[in-house]
């Protein structure tokens, strides 16, 4: 398989996967989404309906899509299911006998809740049904060379929801609510291309089946509200407030993710916070 050919990323109405395919050279990445609003059509409500003719100059797999909303998981459970778990799973066996390599976007929430730090051999223990959903794709496909997953935590760029809710808050003046405990080892979308880019050019550069795709430490919503103002030359006002105990239900208040090979993946360290937040607003101001 060469590096040359084409990456396929699922899912076209994904701010991360736009945000990753835009990096990309021009010509080179291939978009899918159920409306036909992509390059390449895909419900994965019928994914028997896939043509896979559109793989034939596609080397790289990065599965996306998702159902992820929690009002989804929680009001309509057959239909995320299928989305998540039936329609990944078929659709995933159509690139692997056709012998692509799959890169699966799944969740830190597969650990649940851990304060202390933990490695991709941890245990595992889904919190809530999306981190369920996710984890049962990586049991469907666990020791298949061409499948790999990225337990992806907390992903900061411009489009993300807390970076877009800061800055709404920085704009109009009105102070950030801050939920406390509420911790993630947050990545910064730029390391997360690079380690797609590098498993494109070299699929053995990280032998294993599952990566932990993170930060370098641990950090708080005040922490990543701190930096952000940082970034931003001060002025966000913040408060923080403790969450009701419903909150929770699908959202760990630690996951202290750690990664033994990330690192190794992208040939440097993970992008700290502060650092993420001075490259988003570069970014914003060219």
């Given at each position: 398989m060469s590096a040359g050919q084409m990456i396929l990323y699922t899912g076209a109405g994904g701010g991360i996967a736009q945000r990753l395919a835009a990096a990309a050279p021009a010509g080179r990445v291939l978009f899918t989404s159920?409306?036909?609003?992509?390059?390449?059509?895909l419900d994965l409500t019928a994914p028997e309906e896939f043509?896979?003719?559109?793989?034939r100059n596609v080397g790289l797999v990065?599965?996306?899509?998702a159902a992820s909303s929690p009002d989804i998981c929680r009001n309509q459970p057959e239909l995320a299911h299928q989305i998540n778990v039936a329609g990944a799973i078929a659709f995933i066996e159509t690139c692997l006998r056709q012998d692509k390599h799959v890169i699966f976007f799944s969740s830190d929430t597969v650990y649940g809740d851990r304060q202390e730090p933990f490695h991709e051999d941890a245990e595992t223990s889904p919190a809530g049904s999306y981190a369920a959903m996710k984890h049962a794709v990586e049991r469907h496909f666990q020791g298949r060379a061409g499948f790999k997953a990225f337990r992806l935590s907390y992903v900061v760029w411009n489009g993300d929801k807390f970076t877009r809710y800061l800055r709404s808050c920085l704009q109009s003046g009105r102070p950030a609510e801050l939920f406390d405990p509420f911790c993630r080892s947050a990545v910064h979308v730029d390391d997360l291309l690079q380690a797609v880019n590098a498993l494109h050019a070299r699929w053995?550069?990280?032998?294993?089946?599952?990566l932990n795709v993170c930060g370098?430490?641990?950090?708080?919503?005040?922490?990543?509200?701190?930096?952000?103002?940082r970034a931003a030359g001060g002025g966000l006002q913040?408060?923080?407030?403790?969450p009701e105990p419903a909150f929770f239900t699908n959202r760990p208040r630690y996951i202290h993710m750690c990664s033994r090979y990330?690192?190794?993946v992208l040939g440097h360290a993970p992008t700290s916070i502060d650092t993420m937040?001075?490259?988003?607003?570069?970014?914003q101001e060219q």
């Amino acid at each position: 398989m060469s590096a040359g050919q084409m990456i396929l990323y699922t899912g076209a109405g994904g701010g991360i996967a736009q945000r990753l395919a835009a990096a990309a050279p021009a010509g080179r990445v291939l978009f899918t989404s159920s409306s036909g609003a992509g390059q390449v059509r895909l419900d994965l409500t019928a994914p028997e309906e896939f043509d896979d003719a559109a793989l034939r100059n596609v080397g790289l797999v990065v599965h996306a899509a998702a159902a992820s909303s929690p009002d989804i998981c929680r009001n309509q459970p057959e239909l995320a299911h299928q989305i998540n778990v039936a329609g990944a799973i078929a659709f995933i066996e159509t690139c692997l006998r056709q012998d692509k390599h799959v890169i699966f976007f799944s969740s830190d929430t597969v650990y649940g809740d851990r304060q202390e730090p933990f490695h991709e051999d941890a245990e595992t223990s889904p919190a809530g049904s999306y981190a369920a959903m996710k984890h049962a794709v990586e049991r469907h496909f666990q020791g298949r060379a061409g499948f790999k997953a990225f337990r992806l935590s907390y992903v900061v760029w411009n489009g993300d929801k807390f970076t877009r809710y800061l800055r709404s808050c920085l704009q109009s003046g009105r102070p950030a609510e801050l939920f406390d405990p509420f911790c993630r080892s947050a990545v910064h979308v730029d390391d997360l291309l690079q380690a797609v880019n590098a498993l494109h050019a070299r699929w053995d550069a990280f032998p294993g089946n599952v990566l932990n795709v993170c930060g370098p430490r641990m950090v708080s919503r005040a922490e990543m509200a701190e930096a952000f103002s940082r970034a931003a030359g001060g002025g966000l006002q913040t408060t923080v407030t403790t969450p009701e105990p419903a909150f929770f239900t699908n959202r760990p208040r630690y996951i202290h993710m750690c990664s033994r090979y990330f690192g190794q993946v992208l040939g440097h360290a993970p992008t700290s916070i502060d650092t993420m937040y001075r490259k988003e607003f570069s970014e914003q101001e060219q």
